[in-house]
């Protein structure tokens, strides 16, 4: 199928969808999808049509350039030159808004920060990154609810989970799995010296019963006490619910609740966010050999930051960017790095289409 071909098929489409939507011709159960996809065609079609417009009054342009009218010919160089310059950027953008979108990009996501190497200031450095994301999921208007917290006693976090809710969640955290890493003199170095420490960072996208079909055979549950730093409410009774899902070893545990079914239900959220994002995986691989300089990948013994505070710059080793407004970053300012990564993303995937 031609690129033409291709354009033709999206407009006869949205077409398509608005004289169903217009005539009732579609159940309750359909009318949200199909409202939905015609709401994402309508800036594509909208590109279309620019384009084909721009392509009509360029060949007009031509003929005029080519006429035995000076006076004409002179007022239609100009503007030829310029609209034969703007095309190349109105044919990106429309590629760029045709490329197949990640069907995860609109769902919720699980954020699981965990300290690495460093110990105690590990620790610290997993607590601060966490205080980030809800700092910048507040500016976004998004819902963060904190699910776990294992704390060390000293402030700082060995791990942390949350549930973070809103539009576009997952498309603009994704990119933030991996490796984070520290440069900076702990509160408690006395000879001043700096330390590098470590934490992982995994966002992943929150899976429906839908996604996911887990079975219960295939779980093995416990139920404990719940105990030690950690739970928003440790009590003496035996709520704490800690779920293996046996086929592939994973291993979650929640305490936070005093209810069992609450801690369940919370346990079964994140477990499904898991597998789901275990067999998205799984499918990439097999659908493609990972793209040079691809951004984004999840893997975990990436690092893929550096947060130098001496020097009071943040660096994003996967597209070369450093900016010096550290203190800014870790209170959520993050859409410098996060815009980049999206853009390269787009750019890698253009690329593969040429």
């Known amino acids: 199928m031609s690129f033409d071909q291709k354009l033709d098929k999206v407009v006869h489409r949205y077409r398509e969808l608005g004289d169903m939507l217009a005539s009732g011709a579609t159940d309750s159960k359909n009318l949200a999808k199909l409202s939905k996809e015609y709401s994402d065609l309508g800036p594509v079609v909208e590109t279309i049509e620019t384009l084909s417009r721009a392509k009509a009054e360029l060949v ?8 035995d009218d000076a006076e004409l010919r002179a007022l239609a160089e100009p503007e030829y030159f310029a609209l034969k310059a703007r095309m190349p950027e109105l044919e990106r953008d429309l590629q760029a808004m045709l490329l197949p979108k990640d069907a995860a990009d609109e769902k919720n996501a699980i954020l699981e920060v965990r300290a690495g190497t460093g110990g105690d200031e590990a620790a610290l450095f997993a607590a601060q990154l966490f205080r980030m994301y809800q700092r910048y999921a507040q500016v976004r208007g ?17 791990e942390a989970i949350a549930n973070i809710s809103g539009a576009g969640v997952f498309a603009r955290l994704k990119f933030e799995s991996g490796v984070h890493r520290v440069q900076r003199v702990p509160a408690t170095e006395a000879s001043g010296r700096i330390h590098t420490s ?6 992943l996208p929150e899976a429906e019963e839908v996604d996911v ?3 219960e055979k295939d779980l093995r549950i416990d139920i404990f006490r719940s105990s030690g730093p950690g739970g928003q409410s440790v009590n003496t009774t035996d709520s704490a619910v800690r779920i293996t ?10 305490q936070d609740e005093k209810s069992q079914h609450k801690n369940k239900a919370k346990a079964m959220k994140i477990l499904r966010a898991r597998l789901y994002e275990a067999e998205r995986a799984r499918t990439d691989a097999m659908r493609a050999a990972e793209r040079k300089g691809q951004v984004g990948t999840g893997d975990r013994s990436e690092r893929i930051r550096t947060y130098n505070f001496p020097q009071g710059r943040v660096s994003d080793h996967r597209i070369n960017l450093t900016v010096y407004e550290i203190d800014k970053v870790v209170e959520g ?3 410098k790095f996060i815009d980049a990564l999206i853009a390269e993303d787009r750019a890698a995937k253009l690329a593969e289409l040429a």
């Open 142 to 158: 998004w819902r963060f609810e904190v699910m776990e917290v294992g704390e060390t006693g000293l402030g700082g976090y060995k």
């Open 245 to 254: 899902h046996l086929p592939t070893g994973i291993v979650v545990q929640q």
């Open 213 to 215: 079909h887990v079975d």
């Open 198 to 203: 470590t934490a992982t960072v995994a966002v």
């Open 333 to 335: 300012d993050l859409d």
């Open 60 to 67: 007009e342009l031509e003929a005029l350039r080519a006429g």
